[in-house]
């Protein structure tokens, strides 16, 4: 049985021109924030029972794990991030061998701000590197340099972190297939275990996309992209990192716990302005306001949040229930979720969870996909094959 705790620190050194997670330059209400989700967290702990949000599947390596994510954690003060975790770690009772990730980015973590980190108990770090070339690190808004990203690489292996794990962005414009090859082999040879590629999105309501005013597909081609994308798969398994995921590659021992826990439809809790969390039937939020979200957490008593997580939507200012899974709204979430995976679809687990075959269930979407050589069926379990990969988001239409 284990528990998944998402943590959002909604704090950036500065607003990236591409990025669409909701975060504030603001940070003159830190201290207020950090002390508001320390109250969220004893206050959550204290209106729920041992069982809920505990996971019991059993197929899949399901540690407890807690994850700060943003925003970008390495900019508050490092004693208000230590302090959260103690308060969570107390009030939930977090198992030894979790999995406990903290989001960095390389101009804003120090030498000290690592170790108090990993005395802490942080054992996971990921690092927002994006890319190792200096003019994409410039097209990108970003803060650091491809040696600041380094340098930051060999901080955290110092202060004893080995669990690392570094994201990149493919098909920014002046990025090459070669240069991606040079950033991976760069990482491995500096100790990182698990990188996550992200194509590049126009998200409406970014810098970006009001600059550049058009679809990323005219600015590099959907051929150079489609070249990146192969092109960083393949060399990631030549270079040791296997790809368990669309965007996500590991070597042996170092696959995100926390994340598979999303792919895998565990229920998870949400601290934090700006967080999700999942709860039985409910998919619910935080609203994008650190402001509220400190007022609300001065004010709301335990049973006004009991019964917000019990699904009374309308009192309180700052959670909102984002949606009300139906069982076959959760099969569906299922199929998205565990196609995008290349384990895919384990059957057996679906049949224990369910109670139903998921062959059955989505009887002519399995048909159809094999029979076009997108999904391909192993014993008990079914995936996309190498092209179903390809095209991944058109195969997982199919099932929704
Ligand atoms: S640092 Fe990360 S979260 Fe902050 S604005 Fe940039 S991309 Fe977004």
Known sequence: MARHIYVHNPFCARKCPYCDFYSVTDISCTEAFYKAAVKEVQLLASVIDETTGTNPLTDIDNRDTVYFGGGTPSVPDSRFITDLLKAI?????????????????????????????????????????????DEVLKTLGRLHDSKGALDAIDMIREAGFTNISAD?????????????????????????????????????????????????????????????????????????????????????????????SYWNSCEYFAIGAGAHGYLGDLRYGHRD????????????????????????????????????????????????????????????????????????????????NIEKGLLERKERTLRLTRSGLDIANIVIEDFL
């Open 89 to 133: 770690k107390e009030a939930f009772n977090i198992a030894s061998d979790a999995e406990i990730t903290i989001e960095v980015n390389p101009s804003s973590v120090t030498s000290e701000k690592l170790t108090e980190y990993f005395q802490a108990g942080f054992n996971r770090i990921s690092l927002g590197v994006q890319s190792l070339d």
């Open 168 to 260: 990149l962005i493919t098909g920014v414009p002046g990025e090459t297939p070669e240069g991606i090859k040079r950033d991976i082999k760069a990482f491995r040879d500096h100790g990182v275990k698990h990188i996550s590629t992200y194509s590049l999105m126009l998200e409406e309501g970014t810098a970006f996309y009001d600059s550049y005013n058009k679809t990323i597909e005219e600015y590099i081609s959907p051929e150079l992209e489609r070249e990146m994308y192969h092109g960083t798969r393949a060399f990631l398994n030549e270079s040791g990192y296997e790809t368990y995921e669309i965007s996500n590659s590991a070597m042996p021992g170092y696959k995100s716990i926390h994340n598979s």
């Open 289 to 368: 306001d650190v402001r509220a979200y400190i007022e609300e957490m001065n004010t709301i008593t335990s049973d006004v949040y009991k019964a917000f997580l019990e699904g009374n939507e309308s009192i309180t200012k700052s959670l909102y229930v984002e949606e009300r899974l139906s069982l076959e709204d959760k099969m569906r979430e299922v199929a998205f979720l565990r196609l995008r995976t290349t384990e895919g679809i384990l059957l057996d687990e679906f049949k224990k969870v369910f109670g139903a075959e998921f062959e059955d269930v989505f009887a002519q979407a399995v048909k159809s």
